[in-house]
């Protein structure tokens, strides 16, 4: 184990945004996507997760249906995931409605929420909590590029898909 984790969300069926997440990652531990994971067409990106050489934990998105944790082979969970990596609390969710999650989190003490849903990425402070929403990978709001996060020993990182530039970056302290 490397102690990286990538972060996605709203692929929305796009396996190119999956491809080059993959690339931009490098050798990763496993991944949270914080849901929208397919669209309503069959894509390869359902056989890419369910082969996916580490565990891939789900938040379900408002886009993702009952049927889709049979096509992805990860369960998909709903309304968060918890994850404990490197001693940290992390809760992940898709964010719609955003609010129970931010209070959850909150009340929680959770060291990391993570999020999709509005297409753009950030990352905020809150009471010793960071918000982290990595954007979109495959269909991105306003002027934000396609994006993705990785989580290491350092911090938390987005970045853009296609040339891998830092957007925003926080460290864990």
């Known amino acids: 184990m490397n102690g990286r984790l990538g972060i996605i969300s709203d692929t929305h069926g796009h396996e190119e945004a999956w491809k080059k997440a993959l690339s931009r990652w ?5 991944v949270l996507h914080c849901g929208d994971v ?16 580490f565990p891939v934990i789900i938040s379900r998105g408002n886009c993702d249906r009952p049927e889709d944790e049979a096509l992805l082979g990860w369960p998909v969970m709903a309304p968060y995931a918890t994850v404990w990596w490197h001693s940290r609390l992390i809760l992940v969710g ?3 409605p955003f609010q129970p999650l931010r209070e959850l989190g909150l009340r929680c003490r959770a060291d990391l929420v993570i999020y999709g849903h509005t297409h753009v990425g950030s990352i905020v ?8 929403n990595p954007g979109s990978a495959a ?10 996060a990785v989580l290491d020993g350092d911090g938390i990182r987005i ?3 296609e040339n891998g530039e830092t957007l925003h970056q926080e460290p864990w302290i």
């Not at 490098?26 to 496993?30: A, E, F, I, L, T």
């Not at 397919?38 to 050489?53: H, K, N, Q, S, Y």
């Not at 269909?139 to 993705?148: F, N, T, Y």
Request: charged share 25%.
């Open 139 to 148: 269909l991105p709001k306003g002027r934000d590029p396609a994006s993705a």
């Open 125 to 132: 402070r809150e009471e010793g909590t960071i918000f982290l």
């Open 159 to 161: 970045f853009v898909l």
């Open 94 to 96: 898709h964010g719609a």
């Open 26 to 30: 490098g050798s990763v531990d496993g």
């Open 38 to 53: 397919l669209a309503d067409i069959a894509t390869e990106l359902e056989e890419m997760i369910r082969g996916a050489p």
